[in-house]
């Protein structure tokens, strides 16, 4: 089983990476494990932009996610779910699952979450938190985040949670200069690290604001984040190996400079994305308004995706992605994520070329 993925996310993980992980392992309430706790927190803050803490779960990003909803969401006040994908559909979802009054502002899967939309809700009242997906990867939909906290920032008792886990560290997200209260992200995207750890920062407003909700369980619970987080500790015995794997991926990140791995992600993603669109295919999501993760393709000259990748996977060991949920088949996505290189990507390109000329094309349904 030696292939390379080109999805967007779990991605290729780098042999530094995974190599850092084969380290002995240490007591989590040992002074070694509270060294390292501690010698990872000014990095993170400052890829966080932020001054708050930045907790690490041991989870994937949906348990964060589930987490934010229960701590800062009040009895009787209600949660604003912006949705423009699957994965922002599912916080809905999920909210209400978490018992909260959960209410549904939509958007076709593609566009942009609209923030004169956002303000017409939360201008309706009763509202404790707003979530908003940064980077819809399911559709490749990237919504402007400086503009959507510029309305949020006029509700200062709306807490505002977003998720980064595919944009995060591909460009700047300043947490603190946009007001977000919680950020969330995960490790299988940008970061290169195998899934099972999620970051969440969380701004002293929205810790205030757990303080007072009863009902906000043990595992993600903020306040118990907290109380460890000022120990150099997280609440329970965290995934060790992952944490030596960040630690070595901040130092990644240090070598090549922030605003290098930034522009590389951009130039890398603008590759991808000119070369496939010359091949006649549109992007999926509304223009201006593409992922710098990813690419999302409209499969708008009907090949089947499914041969396509079978090809692209026995042929050449890699893989990408065939649509999302019910827009399997109907677009497919590359990630431009992590560790890739000019090289890497036009050896992905090159293969992509000669597996899509062995591809048959559907018959129109
Ligand atoms: C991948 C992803 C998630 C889900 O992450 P898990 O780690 O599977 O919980 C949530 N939001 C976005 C935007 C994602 O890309």
Known sequence: MSYKLFIPGPIAV??????????????????????????????????????????????????????????????????????????SDKWNDVSKR???????????????????????????GGFDAVTIIHNETSCGCMSDIDALMAVVREFPEVI???????????????????????????SQKALALPPGLALCSVSKKALDRAAEVTDRGYYFDF??????????????????????????????????????????????????????????????????????????FANNLNYDLSALNKTLKSKHGLVIDGGYGKLKGKTFRISNMGDETDETIAAMLKAFDAALAETPVLPAA
């Open 223 to 296: 306040v118990e984040f907290q109380a460890n987080h000022e120990k150099g500790m997280t609440p329970s015995t965290p995934t060790i190996a992952l944490i030596y794997a960040l630690k070595s991926k901040l130092e990644d990140i240090k070598a090549e400079g922030a605003a290098n791995r930034y522009a590389r992600h951009a130039r890398l993603n603008k590759t991808v994305k000119d070369h496939v669109l010359a091949k006649g295919f549109k992007l999926f999501p509304k223009d201006g308004y593409g992922s710098l993760a990813l690419n999302c």
């Open 98 to 124: 978490c018992g909260k009054e959960a209410v549904a502002l939509k958007f076709d899967w593609g566009q942009p979450v609209d923030p004169a939309a956002v303000r017409a809700e939360l201008d309706k």
């Open 14 to 87: 780098s042999d530094k990476t995974l190599q850092a992980m084969a380290q002995g392992m240490i007591g989590h309430r040992s002074p070694d494990f509270v060294k390292l706790y501690e010698s990872i927190q000014p990095d993170l803050q400052e890829l966080f932009y932020t001054k708050d803490p930045v907790y690490i779960s041991t989870s994937s990003a949906w348990g964060v996610m589930e987490g934010a909803i229960r701590n800062v969401v009040r009895p009787g006040k209600k949660v604003l779910n912006c949705m423009n994908g699957a994965f």
């Open 160 to 186: 505002a949670i977003v998720d980064t886990v595919s944009s995060f560290s591909v460009l700047p997200i300043k947490k603190d200069e946009l007001g977000i209260d919680v950020l969330i992200t995960g």
